[in-house]
């Protein structure tokens, strides 16, 4: 099946420093790539998708300037946090979308990073 | 506007069976998409319907009535490893996925 893998899988940072994580597709080519926060019991939320060789499409309210998108290659994205603060510990999440015609649009998810800013 | 709703947490006993609904407003529609999500890590995927009906997979099942903007997860010979979020996803006509908040549910020996 399908393998996404995020690194690293929990990073702790002060306040003020940027963090960089990767997401990486294993064994297929993603199109697209999505980043997701969630928070403690709370569901979901998009951030952003990006598309290869192209800048990412920020959802409102996600400042784009603050959590930079890189999606180099098809395998590759990266999402960096900026000056990060407090309120920006969460659990990021990424997924990719496969580019293989017929694919029902699933997206496969890495594991997930666990951000804590000190 | 777009909206997903599914209730927020249920509770069901070890070996029975319970049923997780979902209802959905999204512009367009290009299938719905069951997740589950134990804590701490990401979601891991269930079904997909795209079609109106039953799809049967072991002891989990989804439903789907597009007239009705309805889905619904079945879940028998709940065990106790079944305990997680249960996500509902629309993907809406620009194939991006509209969100539920998630169904907790907790299983009881």
């Known amino acids: 099946g399908a393998v996404v893998s995020q690194h690293p899988s929990r990073v702790i940072c002060k306040s003020g420093t940027s963090v960089k994580i990767e997401c990486r597709s294993l064994d297929f080519q993603a199109t697209t790539m999505f980043w997701y926060r969630q928070f403690p019991k709370q569901s979901l939320m998009l951030m952003a998708t990006s598309n290869e060789g192209s800048k990412a499409t920020y959802e409102q309210g996600v400042e784009k300037d603050k959590f930079l998108i890189n999606h180099a290659s098809l395998t590759l994205s990266t999402l960096t946090v900026t000056s990060a603060h407090p309120e920006d510990s969460s659990f990021y999440i990424c997924?990719?979308?496969?580019?293989?015609?017929?694919?029902?649009?699933?997206?496969?998810f890495g594991p997930g990073t666990r951000l804590t800013v000190t | 506007g777009q909206n997903i709703d599914q209730p927020t947490e249920m509770t069901a006993t070890e070996g029975a069976i319970v049923q997780i609904n979902c209802t959905y407003q999204t512009s367009g529609f290009n299938g719905l998409f069951w997740y589950q999500q134990h804590a701490g890590e990401a979601p891991t995927f269930l079904s997909y319907?795209?079609l109106d009906g039953l799809e049967e997979k072991g002891r989990f099942s989804s439903f789907l009535s597009r007239s009705k903007g309805y889905s619904y997860l079945l879940l028998k010979e709940l065990q106790m490893k079944d305990s997680a979020s249960y996500l509902c996803?629309?993907?809406?006509?620009?194939?991006?996925?509209?969100w539920g908040a998630g169904t907790k549910l907790i299983i009881k020996p």
């Open positions: 996803a629309a993907l809406d006509s620009n194939y991006q996925l509209i």
């Open positions: 319907n795209v």
């Open positions: 997924s990719a979308r496969s580019s293989t015609s017929g694919d029902i649009y699933e997206q496969y």
